[in-house]
């Protein structure tokens, strides 16, 4: 595939336009700290760190790339508003630069954006902010948000397709050169959703040494980055899993997709553990239940709080192997996450790591059917975690939707040959098919 020509946006985007942008945003941004992950680098054998955007003021990285972008507005575009759309967290960087500027701004949000962000995005923009929740993704609600920008002539704030915000986005780049003594990472490992952070950060951190090796990890239900690379372009994706929703973007940012693609960014196959080479700039696509694995695993044991799209660069941890002593570097790009989640956090997780399973059981309409179902065919290790008749009006057979949890992975073929072997018709549902998105 040829080396597309570079647009005057992604030409824009320079290690120097980075560096103006860090003079930009000091005393706005704060240097979020590098912390080594001694968790990750046991199971890596690399130096893992985690660069935690969490913990900055709106609690994510998008502060940097909506500050950065606003402080160079005009009087005039200042005083005729800003609009901006959102999955939440650019929303947030947003508000707080209304607020501490005194401009006026409209903030569009898909209607499925978590309450804990919309209600974080109104706090941090006060008086000066409108939140409007438009469509079900950060596409609909871009497409509003660019209607009213034609209408009412106020400034179009991008989330990550101006070179204004992913200069701001690649400060984390100068940071990490900064906090590891003047060296690159040799791998950094970064969430890509329209890639303005991905694109800002490679820019930079490539600038610095040539050896940089540059990870981007995509969720399996939005590979927008992935598909562009592999037409040649930015495509619409037909559809989308909003899950992630941080990251969850159907149409990659052109820059983002220049920057990768001028780099020779290589799609790798996420179901195969990758050898990372020295130099490499891939893209990688993460299963959502391991995503939620990875947030339940980083508030287990490090007590971190990560929204979806912030566990991302650790979940693609598992998929990738590298040399033995690498410096590796996670950013965690969001702590945004809303508690209500969690119960389907959890589901996701147990069903990617093979401990959840569903299965519509035909019970005999006799004393004892469900007596012998916990007998005969449960594991000592198996537990119910839901049941639910589905069919109550046939005299002979009762169906029911039976949630099980294994104590093991391993123990699902003994479960299926038990059941088998029972006199009751078990029909497992798979993940991903319409019966089991209906039923659960």
Known sequence: MSTPSMSSAAADLTDRAIIEARSRLA??????????????????????????????????????????????????EKAAGVVAASAGNHAQGVAFACRKMEVHGRIYVPTNTPKQKRDRIRAHGGRF??????????????????????????????????????????????????????????????????????????????SQSADATIVGAEPAGAPSLARALEQGGPVELPS?????????????GSIGYEVAASEGAQVWPGHEIRDVPRGALGIVEVDEGAVCTAMLDL????????????????????????????????????????????NEVIERSLVHQG?????????????????????????????????????????????????????????????LVRMNDSRLHCERLEPGSPAYRYLT
């Not at 040799?186 to 490539?206: I, W």
């Not at 989308?240 to 990659?252: E, L, N, S």
């Open 129 to 206: 902010v409108e939140l409007i929740a438009v469509g079900e993704t950060y596409d609909a609600a871009a497409a509003a948000a660019q209607e009213d920008v034609a209408s009412t002539g106020a400034t179009w704030v991008h989330a990550f397709d101006d070179a204004r915000t992913t200069s701001g986005q690649g400060t984390i780049g100068v940071e990490l050169v900064e906090q590891l003594g003047g060296k690159v990472p040799d791998v950094t490992v970064m969430p890509v959703g329209g890639a303005g952070c991905f694109a800002g950060v490679t820019r930079y951190l490539r």
């Open 27 to 76: 005393g706005v941004v704060s240097q979020s700290p590098l912390q080594p992950a001694d968790r990750l680098s046991a199971l890596t054998g690399a130096h893992v760190y985690l660069k935690r955007e969490d913990l900055q003021v709106v609690r994510s990285y998008k502060i940097r790339g909506a500050y950065n972008l606003m402080a160079q507005l005009s009087d005039a």
């Open 355 to 415: 401990l959840k399973h569903y299965f519509l059981v035909a019970f005999p309409q006799e004393p004892g059917a469900l007596r012998r179902f916990l007998d005969e065919v449960l594991g000592p290790d198996d537990d119910i975690t839901l049941f639910e008749y589905v069919k109550r009006n046939n005299r002979d057979t009762g169906e029911a939707l039976v949630g099980v949890e294994l104590g093991h992975a391993g123990d699902l073929d003994a479960l």
């Open 240 to 252: 989308i899993d909003p899950f992630v929703d941080g990251a969850a973007v159907r149409k990659i």
């Open 299 to 342: 508030y287990q044991n490090e007590g971190v709080i990560a929204e979806p799209a912030g566990a991302l660069s650790v979940a693609a941890l598992a998929q990738l192997r590298f040399e033995p002593g690498s410096t590796v570097v996670c950013l965690l790009s969001g702590g945004n996450n809303d508690v209500s989640r969690y």
